[in-house]
C-alpha cells in the first residue's frame, strides 16, 4: 500500500475525528466573546492571498493600509504586535511564536511548532465554498 494524498473536507475530518474538550472549550470562549482574529500582511506577502483571506471574511490590514510601506520588518512586526493582529510574511522559516503560515496561489501550509520542539505541517485551500485540508489515504495498488 502507498500513501495517496487527496483534498479532504475540514468539516468531514471534524465529523470522524472531533476536537478535544479542551479545543471545544477554547472554541466557545472565541465565540463567546466574538473574538475575530485578524490579519497584517507585509509587503511580500501574495496579494491573491490577501483577497482570498478578505472573501472569506477575514479583516485583513496591509502595509499599504497602514502607511508602512518600504518600512523594516521590525516595523511591521511592532504592529502587528501593537494591535493584535498574525502577522502574514512571505518569507522562508518565520515563526511568530508558535505557527507559521506560508501562503501560495492557491492554498497555505500551517506549520505549528510545539513547546517540545515538535513541529505538525497542514496544507489547506478554499475549494468550491469549502475549507479542505491536504491528507494522505492510503490505497491498494
Do not use: C
Not at 73 to 84: C, I, M, S, V
Amino acid at each position: 500500500m502507498r500513501p495517496l494524498p487527496v483534498w479532504v473536507d475540514v468539516a468531514v475530518k471534524v465529523k470522524t475525528e472531533p476536537p478535544s474538550k479542551s479545543e471545544i472549550r477554547q472554541g466557545m470562549d472565541y465565540l463567546r466573546r466574538r473574538a475575530k482574529v485578524g490579519f497584517y500582511a507585509d509587503e511580500n506577502f501574495p496579494y491573491l492571498a490577501t483577497r482570498m483571506l478578505r472573501r472569506s471574511g477575514a479583516q485583513v490590514v496591509t502595509v499599504q493600509d497602514a502607511g508602512l510601506r518600504r518600512h523594516p520588518d521590525e516595523n511591521h512586526a511592532a504592529y502587528a504586535l501593537r494591535y493584535g493582529y498574525v502577522l502574514l510574511v512571505r518569507i522562508p522559516q518565520f515563526y511568530d511564536k508558535w505557527m507559521k503560515i506560508e501562503a501560495a496561489k492557491d492554498s497555505w501550509i500551517e506549520t505549528s511548532r510545539f513547546l517540545n520542539g515538535t513541529t505538525a505541517r497542514t496544507r489547506y485551500r478554499w475549494f468550491r465554498g469549502k475549507l479542505q485540508e491536504w491528507a494522505e489515504q492510503t490505497a491498494d495498488i
